[in-house]
């Protein structure tokens, strides 16, 4: 049984690029979040996605931006990068929007 | 705005020793969820406690819910190097899977 996986698992960027992030959900789950982490911090909230739909949205920019495809499936967007973006973005499953999660990996995001 | 607060947020010590880990807050939660997290890998759920007052086990670590459900701890029996991690606390406010997360206890156990 596959759990959260992420693509790619690091990513070296140039200030004012643009980037994709992919999540597979774990197998039976139907609700993905987005959150990001810095170096020895706890993770902070991005975005929910639930039947396609932006459920939730936590304090980030409208650069920050998602999407959920009909098999689970997630994307993160992230435009015009920042320095202060560099940080593990990790993703999540869950049944129907509850907790507890299943986190994968993340993809750790450099910006020069 | 609900916060965790978690203290300390580094520690290290030698292997054999007991610790403990605070996560408080000045709101109610009705529950809070701990979360064990390697370099290199996500957070892993470590337990979820629901009742005030609740007591759970998992082998060497005890996790406590306190009784007015504003703050829990987690305590650590002869730590073992594979112990070392950064451990988090986190909350479902709403109960809606966005989790608010404590800002993380480094832990290293040496040898």
New interface residues.
Partial sequence: DAG?TQSPTHLIKTRGQQVTLRCSPKSGHD?V?W?QQAL??????IF?YYEEEE??R?NFPDRFSGHQFPNYSSELNVNALLLGDSALY?C?S?IY??????????TRLTVT | TQLLEQSPQFLSIQEGENLTVYCNSSSVFSSLQWYRQEPGEGPVLLVTVVTGGEVKKLKRLTFQFGDARKDSSLHITAAQPGDTGLYLCAGDPSNTGKLIFGQGTTLQVKP
């Fill in positions: 959260v609700t979040s959150y020895g911090q706890g993770p902070q909230f929910q459920r939730q936590g990790l999540a869950s929007r509850a907790s507890p999660l299943h986190f994968g990996n993340g």
